[in-house]
């Protein structure tokens, strides 16, 4: 089996299987997004008709997954993809009517306050998540009782606990792996702030195996890619699940 075709799983991500891979590796930004998304949707409580932002949309493989498989309609904002960009994968995959593409960076959303019933983000909060300050921040744009929902890399143990980033994963993120927090110190980070209940917050289990196979199906789709993701491959095949992992939470405001 090509690496391409084991990204069709219907044992462990029944609905991600449902999508051609490439079509997804051809709109990749990161580890497998409908994947992440899937697994994560399990802790949240989504229902037709929800307004929802996909905050670090990307490419839109994201958006489009929660439209079509939780009818919800969704804002897709991103800051480095253009929204045209972005607009045709919608218009191209049937759901132009229910995702709108927007432009948007994380710290300036152009919303109106307690605008969406549920917030999701997808391999982008280690960006611009971290600080103490966002969490309340971003509350802003949730109804009382709206969801937030973020799967994020991970590391099993904190950066301040080990006394540096482990050197395999250090070589190829440096630094960035500071931002890659335990699903435990997320769980603390939201709790304390006692704006709202932490409904979940796990490690997804075997996530270092699901990043190298993704990876591997990109450099087989792409092999110019191979250079830029052999890295990564070599980073997560010494790591074997050590270090590496992807945190996935979840929240309801108060």
């Not at 930004?29 to 409580?45: F, I, N, R, T």
Request: charged letters at 25%; proline letters at 6%.
């Amino acid at each position: 089996m090509t690496a391409v075709n084991a990204l069709v799983r219907p044992d462990r991500y029944p609905r991600s299987s449902r999508y051609d891979p490439g079509w997804v590796l051809d709109l990749d930004m990161g580890p497998h997004p409908l994947w992440l998304l899937e697994d994560l949707a399990g802790d949240l409580d989504l229902r037709p008709g929800m307004r929802v932002l996909d905050l670090g949309s990307g490419k839109g493989a994201s958006s489009v997954f929660l439209a079509r498989e939780y009818g919800v309609r969704v804002v897709a904002a991103d800051w480095w993809i253009a929204p045209e960009r972005a607009a045709a994968v919608f218009a191209e995959a049937g759901v132009a009517e229910s995702v709108e593409a927007v432009r948007a960076e994380a710290h300036a959303l152009p919303f109106e306050e307690g605008s969406f019933d549920a917030v999701v983000s997808i391999d982008a909060f280690e960006y611009f998540g971290t600080a103490d300050t966002y969490l309340p921040y971003l509350l802003r744009f949730l109804r009382p009782g709206g969801q937030l929902g973020v799967a994020t890399p991970s590391l099993t143990r904190e950066v301040r606990e080990l006394g540096a980033v482990p050197a395999h994963v250090e070589r190829v993120v440096g630094w960035e792996a500071m931002a890659w927090h335990t699903a435990e110190w997320w769980r603390f980070q939201w709790a304390t702030t006692g704006l709202v209940d932490v409904t979940s917050a796990r490690s997804q289990p075997d996530a270092w195996q699901d990043w190298l196979l993704w990876t591997r199906a990109c450099v087989e789709r792409r092999p110019e890619t191979r250079d830029a993701q052999q890295p990564v491959i070599d980073m997560l095949a010494e790591d074997r699940g050590e270090f590496l992992t992807f945190a996935l939470l979840t929240a309801r405001k108060h």
